[in-house]
């Protein structure tokens, strides 16, 4: 593959900013849309990021935080060690998380990639798509109701 293959997702959300930004990062809200897994990390740049299954104790997701600004940033690197492919920095994924607020309403923006460079990074493009899509759909009606 040589052309870039970037993810990128939008969701509007009836929010303040904080709010979305505490659903982001506190376990006890990720559970609700990750799938049943929580972020184990300390959120300081370089640190380690795990999704972990909240029921299991499976690590699902493995990473580290790359920036991290509250209410407005949060960038990370994630890897599948449960995929079948070698862990090394060639098969890591970047992803980040951009809030804005205006008028009432927060527009999260979440991008992933380069699927392009990565092992199966086709499969994992379309496997993305979709859990975007059932992630940032929660996501919001969580937050909405």
């Not at 939008?10 to 849309?33: C, E, G």
């Amino acid at each position: 593959m040589s052309d870039e293959m970037t993810l990128r997702k939008t969701v509007i959300i009836r929010a303040p900013k904080s709010k979305v930004w505490d659903a982001l990062v506190n376990p006890d809200m990720t559970k609700q849309y990750m799938f049943g897994c929580v972020p184990v990390t300390t959120w300081e740049p370089d640190s380690p990021l795990i999704w972990r299954g909240a029921a299991d104790g499976k690590d699902y997701v493995t990473g580290k935080v790359l920036r991290y600004e509250p209410d407005t940033v949060l960038a990370f690197t994630t890897f599948d060690p449960n995929g079948g492919m070698d862990d090394v920095p060639d098969n890591h994924l970047t992803g980040e998380y951009v809030l804005a607020y205006e008028n009432g309403v927060t527009t999260v923006s979440v991008t992933q990639g380069d699927f392009a460079r990565v092992a199966d990074g086709q499969k994992r493009y379309n496997d993305s798509q979709g859990a975007w899509d059932m992630s940032l759909s929660t996501l919001k009606k969580i937050l909405e109701h």
